[in-house]
C-alpha cells in the first residue's frame, strides 16, 4: 500500500510539472476560460486527453519511440506547433470580450475541446515531456503512477479556469485585457520559439 502511494505521490508532482508552467496550453485555458468555467475546463480536457494519447502511444512503442527522440524529422513537429500557436495567437489578439452564456455554450465547450486536444497533439513541449520525462518514468513506476499523474492534471484543469473566473467577477474588463495580452503574447512568443527550433533542428549537421 506505501508502495502504491509513493508512485501516486510521484505521479501527482510529474503531472503538475506538465500542467502548471506557463505556457501555451495554459494561456489558451485562461482565454477560454473568460467565457465560463466551462469552457476554460473543455480547452483542458482536451489537453489532458492528448497527454493520454501521449501515454498509450509510449506504452505500445516504448523502443520505437525512445529510438526515434533524436531525431531531425521531429522539426515537423516544431513547425506544425508553431503555425498552430501563431494562428490561435491572432485569433486572441482580434476578439471581443465575451458576452457570456447564449444558446450554442455547450457546442463552443466541445470546440474549446478539440481545440485543446489539437493543441496538446502539436505541442512540441508536450510531446517533448512525453519523451522525456514520460518514457522515463514509465519505466520507473507502475500503474499508480499513471492514477497520480492524471489526478494532478484533472485538479490543474478545473482549479486553473476557476481563478480566472474569480478575476473575471471582481474586474471583468481589467481581467479581459490582462489574460488577452498574457494570452496572445505567450502563444506568439512559443510560436516564434518553436520555428526557431525547427530551423535548428534542420539546419544541424548529421
Given at each position: 500500500?506505501?508502495?502504491?502511494?509513493?508512485?501516486?505521490?510521484?505521479?501527482?508532482?510529474?503531472?503538475?510539472?506538465?500542467?502548471?508552467?506557463?505556457?501555451?496550453?495554459?494561456?489558451?485555458?485562461?482565454?477560454?476560460?473568460?467565457?465560463?468555467?466551462?469552457?476554460?475546463?473543455?480547452?483542458?480536457?482536451?489537453?489532458?486527453?492528448?497527454?493520454?494519447?501521449?501515454m498509450l502511444i509510449t506504452l505500445a512503442f516504448y523502443q520505437e519511440v525512445l529510438a526515434a527522440v533524436g531525431s531531425r524529422?521531429?522539426?515537423?513537429?516544431?513547425?506544425?506547433?508553431?503555425?498552430?500557436?501563431?494562428?490561435?495567437?491572432?485569433?486572441?489578439?482580434?476578439?471581443?470580450?465575451?458576452?457570456?452564456?447564449?444558446?450554442?455554450?455547450?457546442?463552443?465547450?466541445?470546440?474549446?475541446?478539440?481545440?485543446?486536444?489539437?493543441?496538446?497533439?502539436?505541442?512540441?513541449?508536450?510531446?517533448?515531456?512525453?519523451?522525456?520525462?514520460?518514457?522515463?518514468?514509465?519505466?520507473?513506476?507502475?500503474?499508480?503512477?499513471?492514477?497520480?499523474?492524471?489526478?494532478?492534471?484533472?485538479?490543474?484543469?478545473?482549479?486553473?479556469?476557476?481563478?480566472?473566473?474569480?478575476?473575471?467577477?471582481?474586474?471583468?474588463?481589467?481581467?479581459?485585457?490582462?489574460?488577452?495580452?498574457?494570452?496572445?503574447?505567450?502563444?506568439?512568443?512559443?510560436?516564434?520559439?518553436?520555428?526557431?527550433?525547427?530551423?535548428?533542428?534542420?539546419?544541424?549537421?548529421?
Amino acid at each position: 500500500m506505501s508502495q502504491a502511494l509513493a508512485q501516486i505521490a510521484a505521479g501527482m508532482a510529474l503531472g503538475y510539472s506538465l500542467a502548471v508552467p506557463p505556457g501555451p496550453m495554459n494561456a489558451l485555458i485562461a482565454s477560454w476560460a473568460l467565457k465560463s468555467l466551462k469552457h476554460g475546463t473543455a480547452v483542458g480536457a482536451g489537453a489532458m486527453t492528448a497527454d493520454f494519447i501521449f501515454m498509450l502511444i509510449t506504452l505500445a512503442f516504448y523502443q520505437e519511440v525512445l529510438a526515434a527522440v533524436g531525431s531531425r524529422y521531429t522539426a515537423i513537429i516544431y513547425f506544425a506547433g508553431s503555425f498552430f500557436l501563431l494562428y490561435i495567437a491572432y485569433r486572441i489578439a482580434v476578439s471581443r470580450p465575451p458576452e457570456g452564456g447564449g444558446g450554442r455554450a455547450a457546442e463552443r465547450a466541445v470546440k474549446g475541446y478539440l481545440l485543446g486536444l489539437s493543441l496538446g497533439l502539436v505541442n512540441p513541449y508536450q510531446l517533448g515531456w512525453w519523451l522525456t520525462v514520460g518514457l522515463s518514468s514509465i519505466s520507473s513506476f507502475g500503474v499508480y503512477w499513471a492514477l497520480g499523474l492524471f489526478t494532478a492534471i484533472s485538479t490543474w484543469i478545473v482549479s486553473f479556469p476557476a481563478a480566472v473566473r474569480a478575476g473575471w467577477r471582481l474586474n471583468s474588463r481589467g481581467t479581459w485585457l490582462a489574460i488577452k495580452v498574457f494570452s496572445a503574447t505567450t502563444l506568439a512568443a512559443f510560436g516564434a520559439f518553436f520555428v526557431y527550433q525547427g530551423i535548428n533542428l534542420l539546419t544541424k549537421p548529421i
